[in-house]
């Protein structure tokens, strides 16, 4: 990694490059020491979002109705786990909903003001038991750490064209906010501060000058930017043209929505379905060999633990440990789901490796395969 001093005298030069490498090797196996048995358990990922949680509103505070209540809450809950908004019809999900109150770990009430249901039930569910009885029933999961997305949305309808952003009053935003919230999704709105306002206008989304959205999106620091294009038909109706941006990969999908909401609405649905398609993985598959996982390009020690960060929130991911060290690069030993491809799908999805110019698969060292990245700069 960066840094070790350097010798003054053409005598110890050479010395010099080997006691720079050493302590570098020696820093990053401090680390590592440091880091302790997170580095050999099995991984779980960064909770960036509570799945478990969940607000459903009720009319009373019956027996029947909390029961009714616990097991569509449950049903929300499946749906952010698996990531398969259908998940209520599997068969593998029926026992697991019949009896919620065995991964139930605590509720309440909470009144609430205004027209509608006077109370709402607040439920959590144990994640230890749901996520093992998911496993069981051979159902998907998607880790908790979830690809975080910068939304560029821009309008064109009846009162002109504009962006919506963190500042919106129209309703727009908070229907982003609680579609991504229903799947368990990691979304920003951007500010459409000066900094945005001198970068991106509304003009451009709908021309889809999609890289001005993109260089923008680099002070959110997101894993993906998506872009949509909403226009109003005559009839009051709107299409919107959605353009996903996630590392090396893009996508593109419409929806249509007799009001706008119902539009983007079913738009982040959809952004839903496309991550999750990538990152959610079967527990019940082995996932054959372990596999060896190169990544130069490391740098420094800030750069270690953000390689290592991204690589225990992938959901294919079960367990992995450091193997080698090779100056800045590190390999590590990965039992993935799915084996070889799914753990390249995953990597792929995101915005931190990418395919070295020596990437892919090699008979490398005994066990298993071995995958080369570097980190992108």
Known sequence: MRGGSQGRSTGGDRASRRGGRAGRVLSLLCLL???????????????????????????????????????????????????????????????????????????RYVERTGPGVPYALEARFDPRSLQAAVSAAGLPVWSSHRPSVVVWLAVDGRNGRSLVGEDDRSGIRATVYSAAEARGLPVVLPLLDLEDRRQVSASDILAGFDDVARRASTRYATDAVLTGRAKAYGDGSWRVAWHLYSGSQSREWVTEGRTLNEAVAAG????????????????????????QLRVEGVGDLAGLARVQRYLEGLGRVEWLFPARIEGDAVTFSVKAKGGLGGLEQAIDLGDVLERSASSGVSAGTSPGQTLTYRVRL
């Open 268 to 291: 982040i649905q959809r952004l839903a379905d496309e991550m999750a398609r990538g990152l959610a993985a079967r527990t019940t598959v082995s996932g054959g060999d372990t596999i």
């Open 33 to 107: 020491v440091g880091l302790g048995l997170g580095w050999v358990q099995p991984v779980t990922g960064i909770e960036d979002v509570d799945l478990f949680r969940v607000e459903v509103p009720v009319p009373d505070r019956g027996d029947a109705t909390r029961v009714k209540a616990l097991q569509g809450a449950l049903t929300r809950v499946l749906i952010r786990l698996t990531g398969d908004p259908q998940v209520a019809s599997r068969r593998a999900a029926r026992e697991i909903l019949s009896n919620p109150q065995t991964y139930l770990q605590q509720f």
